[in-house]
């Protein structure tokens, strides 16, 4: 399970929203449904997800219904706030999101469709473990409007997806992904490269594997140790290695080379894609900082700059829900400098990047050693945007301090 929440100020029951909050029906309205099962937790995972023994009570068959209950509250509470719109996208995550059944995950695209509307073209993506992916699940799924499907694929060679604690054989990430192609699904798959264990031609070994596929988009993230972990535990104890930052740095270009060779173009630091049409508008969204309602327990969300986060356990939710009770924990509203770095450290990981003229005055004088450092493109900022170089997403950290410290 993931670490505490944070502390924030307390939600009002009801779930309504500040009266003096500053709408713009113009802004594209998300909804991100958490799914918080799982069959077993991987050794570096913090997300809010729970195994059949940690539930408490809570039952996975009752889950969708008591998700379809926040959907009912957040449509009133939009509603008299007057920001209600359709979705321009939708996302299932997790958790395993395909540990429910496809009926499940069904009807509460459903409901959410008919609470607040799903805009033309929308994006809708389902998370899932390629273990629980059949033909008919992937079916199921295209028929109840789902567009995309992200699989998990963390890894091609099996001592590496040991080591992460992913219970699935490589083969069947080429089953769920031509599931998904035949059910005429864009397909993404997800990587993850530093694991313990894990040497470059480990990591040269997935990366083609990965490309073999023919997807339409692809994500790599590097290893991070989150405390709480399991996989930290086992590097306090000396079991397995800490990921070598080199190690990591040497993946990522790796990664970079072979993706551009393939026809993958970068668009956010740890994602890739064939065409800009194909990109994640659900993770562009978070990066841009647009409106969305994080459903199910732990979810956090954001509408005109309010942030809120749903209370942890599944069983806590279900019974604020069954109260008719927002399940919401705690929120809080930035200020205006927090939004600043917020804003500078989103979109500065993205190709656009950031402009200039959006960096506070004191800072922007960095921009000019950051370009001599190479971290940052010189032609875009001639254009008045700050862009990072390849080694600037290698050092995305350092080149956002500079900006904001």
Same mark, same amino acid.
């Given at each position: 399970m993931a670490g505490p929440l944070p502390l924030g100020d307390p939600a009002p029951a009801d779930g309504h929203l500040p009266d003096d909050l500053p709408?713009?029906?113009?802004v594209p309205f998300s909804a991100y449904l958490h799914i918080p099962f799982c069959t077993v937790r991987c050794g570096y995972c913090d997300f809010n997800t729970y195994t059949s023994t940690e539930l408490r009570g809570a039952k996975q068959e009752d889950y969708a219904s008591t998700l379809i209950s926040e959907i009912g509250l957040a449509r009133r509470v939009l509603a008299d706030a007057g920001a209600l719109r359709p979705m321009d996208t939708v996302f299932f995550g997790g958790g395993t999101p395909t540990l429910l059944p496809a009926g499940d995950l069904a009807r509460m695209? /459903?409901?959410a469709t008919s609470a607040f509307g799903l805009a033309e073209g929308a994006e809708v993506t389902v998370e899932a473990n390629p273990d629980t992916v059949t033909p008919a699940v992937a079916r199921t799924l295209a028929a109840a409007g789902v567009t995309r499907m992200s699989v998990g694929m963390q890894s091609a060679v099996p001592h590496v997806l040991a080591s992460l604690d992913r219970t699935h054989r490589p083969e069947n990430v080429t089953t769920a992904v031509a599931a998904a192609k035949d059910a005429g699904l864009a397909v993404s798959v997800d990587l993850i490269y530093g694991a313990p264990g894990e040497s470059l031609a480990d990591w040269e070994v997935s990366l083609d594997a990965a490309l073999a596929l023919e997807s339409d988009h692809i994500s790599a993230y590097a290893l991070i140790i989150e405390d709480g972990t399991k996989l930290a535990r086992q590097i306090r104890r000396g079991e397995v290695p800490t990921p070598d930052d080199d190690v990591q740095a040497d993946m990522y270009e790796l990664a970079d080379a072979r993706l551009a060779a393939g026809g993958f173009d970068w668009y956010e630091v740890s994602n890739w894609a064939r065409t800009p049409e194909q990109r994640s508008r659900h993770n562009l969204a978070y990066w841009r900082g647009r409106d969305w309602w994080g459903f199910g327990p732990g979810a956090h969300s954001h509408v005109a700059?309010?942030?809120w986060w749903n209370v942890k356990h599944p069983a806590a939710y279900a019974q604020r829900l069954a109260a008719s009770e927002s399940p919401a924990a705690g929120t809080e509203?930035?200020?205006a400098e927090?939004?600043?770095? /917020?804003?500078?450290?989103?979109?500065?990981?993205?190709r656009e990047g950031i402009a200039i003229d959006e960096v506070p005055a004191?800072?922007?004088?960095?921009v000019a050693g950051l370009i001599a450092d190479g971290l940052v493109d010189p032609a875009a900022a001639i254009r008045g945007r700050?862009?990072?170089t390849l080694r600037g997403r290698l050092l995305a950290d350092a080149v956002v301090r500079e900006l904001t410290d």
């Open positions: 709408f713009d029906a113009s695209l /459903e409901a700059g309010l942030r509203r930035p200020d927090s939004r600043t770095l /917020e804003r500078i450290l989103l979109l500065s990981r993205i004191a800072n922007r004088r960095s700050v862009q990072l």
